[in-house]
């Protein structure tokens, strides 16, 4: 699946990581910017309670997240995570048949509540608490990566294309016409349009 990671100019070293080392940063749950990120309800089947269950919390304790999105077309998303349209958004194809990367489902709850008894599979548990989020979220179209380690590695080729902001700081965009001639990688700046965003070529993949 295409997923889209949006990144801000004071990311910039993230970034750079993302195209030399074709890898994503996953980061703990609470460097993320929702405050519900890792809370949970959960019922034996008999009581339900929130939180303090010391199993799920060792077993959240050993996952970290990478955050992308479905689109490049939310102005919002820009406006958050690229410095307010002066970052950059890469295109990513990501492998569609892994059990950690998956669409996060929007709930109308702050937190999901799960279902534990002796059969019960504490991973499986975290990562049902993981994809989960409010639907308030819905408008992020998240694509979400939970993994064990610090670095998601990615298979070659996987990066599709660098979409550049409108506000992007021109000895930015020039430094990234020379990585991405370099690199073969497809170069996008984002036009705004009378009703929408397009995108205006730069530099075309080979």
Not at 25 to 32: G, V
Not at 156 to 161: D, H, L, Q, T
Not at 175 to 201: P, R
């Amino acid at each position: 699946m295409l997923a889209y990671k949006f990144r801000s100019v004071e990311q910039l070293h993230y970034v750079l990581d993302i195209i030399f080392n074709n890898r994503l940063y996953c980061a703990d749950s609470k460097e993320l910017n929702d405050p519900s990120e890792s809370l949970y309800g959960w019922s034996d089947g008999t009581h339900c309670y929130c939180g303090n269950n010391s199993e799920i919390d060792r077993g959240l304790s050993n996952f970290r997240i990478c955050s992308l999105s479905g689109t490049w077309e939310n102005p919002p998303l820009w406006g958050h995570y690229a410095s307010g349209f002066t970052g950059v958004a890469i295109a990513i194809e990501l492998p569609d048949n892994l059990e950690n990367i998956k669409k996060v489902e929007y709930i109308c709850n702050i937190f999901p509540t799960v279902f534990i008894d002796d059969s019960t599979e504490i991973d499986t548990c975290c990562k049902q608490i993981l994809f989960s989020k409010n639907r308030e979220w819905r408008y992020e179209q998240e694509i979400r990566i939970v993994h064990k380690d610090q670095w998601f590695n990615l298979s070659p080729g996987a990066i599709k294309r660098i979409i550049l902001g409108p506000r992007i700081d021109p000895s930015l965009f020039q430094m990234f016409k020379i990585i991405c001639q370099k690199k073969k990688i497809e170069l996008n700046k984002l036009g705004i349009g009378d009703e929408s965003f397009d995108l205006d070529s730069v530099i075309q993949r080979e």
